[in-house]
């Protein structure tokens, strides 16, 4: 039998509340023989309580020899005030960056169940099924200089600087293409062309790779606010959005509201395929944050964790049938009307969060 061999790096507020669903999930698989391995670390907040630091080297090294990592979510008011270089995000970007995730698949796929879920109407969410690929290693997140210093006058000044180079854009642009030829052969690409450099940057390199290589899918540039907008407006228009690590943040953020929750967004984290062993590293991490408003209360959805490990089980370990078992449990929990209070509709009974994982394994065992 075949070893996977995950980390789990649950972190802090609602992580550790949804990874212990995920656990359930893992374990479910693991009786019926997949060969999940887990060990546990931490990183962020609790991290810091522990080490002072974010993550730890040795956290980083067991990351880097897993197959696999699932992550939590990291942050929360307790850690406010520590120093900037050890706050719990910066966990997180460490690990994006010395594992080369260069690329975040944020999916928001409307669940048919949750049609009357979202903030907006019916008709404008129902059947949404549209990919962010997102830059995730480069960018403002990561450009130098970043910082804040104190001027002679007595005045702050802050700054952060917005880099990319041919080589990255490249390498994004193909992973978005690539996705695109197997759905509905459609990318929109988003930047701010009109006032940055790097959108110029971006809009040439993004053409060319079309023309090159992809003339058979369909290329549209837009803008990244009026990407927002339309996201709003009429969001089936898209199919797969290509754009940078800042916009891909925030206008993932408001896909998540267009299929009902923030707690139903699953992304996956992947590096370059070894060309080699055909293998790549990946982390696989919900789009929210530690929820901080909602931490303890068992409210916390765990579907976008849960679904974050249906990509793992697609993009690392292959085992697509179980994927599609867990896909279609998720879809039939909700038609249930088994849901948290994010998407409980009106006259709704919410449940907790351990009933979703627990529901979500019965429907596995149904379905087997
Ligand atoms: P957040 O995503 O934690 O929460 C935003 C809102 O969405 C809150 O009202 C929260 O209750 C709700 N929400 C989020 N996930 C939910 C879930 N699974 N079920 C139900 N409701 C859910 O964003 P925030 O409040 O701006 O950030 C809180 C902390 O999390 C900050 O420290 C931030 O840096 C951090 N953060 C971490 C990650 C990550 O670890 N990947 C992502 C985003 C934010
Ligand atoms: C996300 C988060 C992170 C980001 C933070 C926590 C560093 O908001 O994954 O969407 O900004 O990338
Ligand atoms: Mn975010």
Redesign the pocket.
């Given at each position: 039998m075949a070893t996977h061999k995950l980390l789990l790096l649950p972190?802090d507020?609602?992580?550790p509340e949804?990874m212990r669903e995920v656990e359930k999930i893992v374990g479910w698989f693991r009786k019926r023989g997949v060969g999940f391995e887990t060990e546990t670390d931490l990183v962020?907040g609790s991290a810091y309580d522990a080490h002072k630091v974010s993550i730890t080297d040795a956290a980083m090294a067991r990351a880097d020899a897993a197959d696999a990592v699932l992550?939590?979510?990291?942050?929360?008011p307790k850690w406010d005030g520590v120093p900037y270089e050890v706050r719990?995000?910066a966990g997180?970007l460490r690990l994006r960056k010395e594992l080369g995730l260069f690329a975040n698949l944020r999916p928001a796929i409307c669940y048919p169940a949750l049609a009357d879920a979202s903030s907006l109407k019916r008709e404008v969410v129902e059947g949404l099924d549209i990919v962010i690929v997102r830059e995730l290693t480069g960018g403002v997140y990561f450009g130098e200089p970043k910082e804040l210093v104190t001027l002679e006058n007595g005045q702050q000044r802050a700054v952060d600087t917005q880099v990319y180079t041919t080589g990255e854009i490249e390498r994004i642009t193909r992973v978005a293409f690539d996705l695109a030829k197997k759905r509905r052969n459609k990318v929109s690409s988003s930047e701010k062309s009109n006032v940055m450099k790097t959108g110029v940057l971006w809009r040439q390199v993004v053409s060319r790779i079309h023309k090159a290589e992809f003339s058979d899918v369909a290329l549209e540039h837009v803008l990244a606010d009026n990407c927002a907008m339309q996201l709003v407006k009429n969001p089936k228009q898209f199919d797969v959005i290509v754009t940078d690590n800042l916009f891909g943040d925030i206008l993932s953020d408001i896909a998540a509201m267009l299929t009902g929750?923030?707690?139903m967004l699953p992304s996956a984290s992947l590096g370059a395929e070894d060309p080699q062993t055909g293998k790549r590293k990946a982390l696989y991490?919900?789009?929210?944050?530690?929820?901080?408003?909602?931490a303890g209360r068992g409210?916390?959805?765990?579907i976008?964790?849960i679904g974050s490990f249906g990509m793992a089980l697609r993009y690392s370990f292959g085992l697509l049938d179980e994927a599609d078992r867990l896909d279609k449990a998720i879809a039939n929990v909700l038609a249930a009307g088994i849901r948290?209070?994010?998407i409980a509709g009106p006259g709704m009974n919410a449940v907790g969060t351990q009933d979703v994982g627990d529901a979500i394994v019965k429907e596995l065992e149904a379905l087997s």
């Open positions: 972190g507020g609602i992580g949804v962020g992550f939590g979510a990291v942050g929360g719990p995000e997180l929750s923030l707690g991490e919900p789009v929210h944050g530690s929820a901080p408003d909602i409210l916390a959805n765990p976008a964790m948290t209070k994010d």
